[in-house]
Structure formats: C-alpha cells, structure tokens
C-alpha cells in the first residue's frame, strides 16, 4: 500500500481504529524524513461509548512511542448524539487545531469503502452534486486512502500486526451509516460496487471542473465577495448551488436549503444596504455591486 504525499506540516486524524491506524503507520513508514514531513496526531473523544478513553489512551501511546505531538478533546456528547453532530463535533477540532499550529492540511483514513456508504447516505437523504463526491481533497483535508478497500486495509493491518480497537456502536444498526453498511452495500456485487466507483469518480471530476468556475466567478481580491449580477442572472439552481459553495468556502457549515432560498430571493429583492441573516452571527450585506459576507461583531 503505498501513497502519495508532498512535504508539509500534517495533522493526522486518529481514532484508535483499524482504518486510523493503518494510515499512521503508513505515514510514518513511507515518509520518515521529519525535516521534511512533519505529523501531529489528533484524536477526538466523542463522549459516546464509556469505553472511549481506551482509544485516547491508544493513539497517546503509539504518538509517543513515535515522538510526535498529541492533542486530544473530549466531546461528551452522550449517547444521544447524531452521527452529523458527532462528525461536525470532530471536525471542529480537526478545523481549530489546524489554525491553533498552523498545519498544512489534515489527514484521514476515509477508503473506498466509505466513499459508497457515504454516497448512498447522501442520496437517501436528497443530496446535491457535492454529495456525490463526498471526499474531494480541498484546501484543508486529504484522504490518501481512497483508492484502498477495507480489506485491504485489515490485511495490512494483520501483516504487520497493528493494534487497534473497534468501536461497537460500529455495528448499532440504528445509525443509518452502520445500516447501509451492514445491509445494504452486502447485496451488490463486485461488478456493480466497480461500477458505482467509476461513476463517483467521473462525478467528482466534474465537481472539480465546476469547482475551479465557482471561484473564478469571486473577487480575486476577497472570497467573502461576489458579484450580484452571476445570481440575478443565471439559472435558479445554478445560482443556489453557487451560494451553498461560496458560504463552504468560507467555512460555513450546517445551513438548510431553506437558508440558501432565503438568501437567494433576498439578494434580488432587497436594496443595497441591507442585511441578510445566514447563521451563526453571520450575515450578507448587499452592496451595490457584490454580496458580501459579514459577521456580527459581539
């Protein structure tokens, strides 16, 4: 299993599991200049098994038997939580920790295996475009595992004997993930899994390609601008969509369609000057030339 990964400063996503694992020792195996590659493992405890400290107690020991620095947070969220509260919980920290080092990029171990499941989750619940190809690198993440299976990974992990713990809500038919895993992935067969990869692949280039138009279409001088004129005058769901990317890229997370066709028939209809709540403190104001996004100043 090799992979591919330019010099840099990293934050590497660690878990305790089997996926985790396994791209840590890569990484410290393919890339042991540490002049040169420099990785900082991060773990966050969700709060939702009572077991979990086992898995920080883990990943604290392999970071320092390897000497590399080690941050953890604990969640709390309880047993209770949502599979998109406990994933947003998690890259909040990934996301803060970033800044507080200043790490190049963060590194997970998403493989092939969850690209499907992560797919077919985002279409039962009426994805975009975007959730079609849910793991694209971008300016803050990377996943080097993409192109492995899971069973590649668990043979690599049994080869050369890795420790790591398995997380039984794993196996909680409850989440919705853990039921298409379980019950609804098994019943295609090798062709039609092959297939749906290639499919995703073609569709993530082609988010790619739609990608690099968006941000063409910014203020080259400050990606909290754009221009009125794209929204007013291009098609409804062009336009939508490129609001839900341009308030992405500006590390805006969680709003509803609602949000956007709020933001998106307010733009057209209300003068320059006023204000347009989005979320979280944040709002647009409207220019006479541009939207622009703004934070309420507490």
Request: charged residues 25%.
């Amino acid at each position: 299993m090799r992979i591919n990964l330019q010099p840099g400063e990293y934050i590497v996503a660690v878990s305790g599991g089997v996926d985790s694992i396994v791209l840590l020792n890569l990484l410290l195996n393919q890339f042991n200049n540490k002049t040169l590659y420099k990785f900082t493992v991060a773990h966050y405890d969700h709060g939702i098994r009572q077991d979990s400290e086992k898995d920080r107690i883990l990943v604290e020991n392999i970071a320092k038997i390897n000497h590399l620095k080690f941050f953890y947070q604990e969640g709390h969220l309880g047993i209770t939580a949502s599979e998109e509260l406990a994933r947003q919980s998690r890259y909040n920290f990934l996301f803060s920790l970033q800044k507080e080092i200043k790490a190049d990029l963060i590194i997970t171990a998403h493989h092939q295996d969850d690209l499907i499941e992560t797919v077919i989750f985002n279409i039962l619940r009426g994805t975009g475009r975007v959730g079609l190809s849910p793991f694209m690198n971008n300016s803050n993440i990377i996943h080097p595992l993409l192109k492995f299976k899971k069973t590649d990974i668990i043979n690599y992990a049994n080869l050369h004997h890795l420790v790591w713990r398995d997380d039984v809500t794993n196996f909680d038919l409850k989440y919705s993930r853990n039921f298409i895993r379980h019950k609804i992935i098994p019943m295609f067969n090798q062709a039609q899994l092959e297939w749906l990869i290639i499919k995703i692949k073609r569709m993530t280039f082609l988010n790619q390609q739609i990608d690099q138009l968006f941000l063409s279409l910014f203020n080259q001088n400050d990606k909290t601008k754009i221009k009125k004129s794209f929204i007013n005058n291009c098609p409804d769901l062009v336009a939508k969509d490129f609001l839900t990317f341009w308030l992405r890229q500006n590390n805006l997370r969680n709003f509803d369609k609602k949000a956007i066709l709020r933001l998106y028939k307010n733009s057209q209809l209300l003068e320059t000057g006023k204000k347009i709540d989005v979320k979280n403190n944040y709002y647009v104001l409207i220019e006479k030339e541009y939207l622009a996004l703004n934070y309420y100043k507490c």
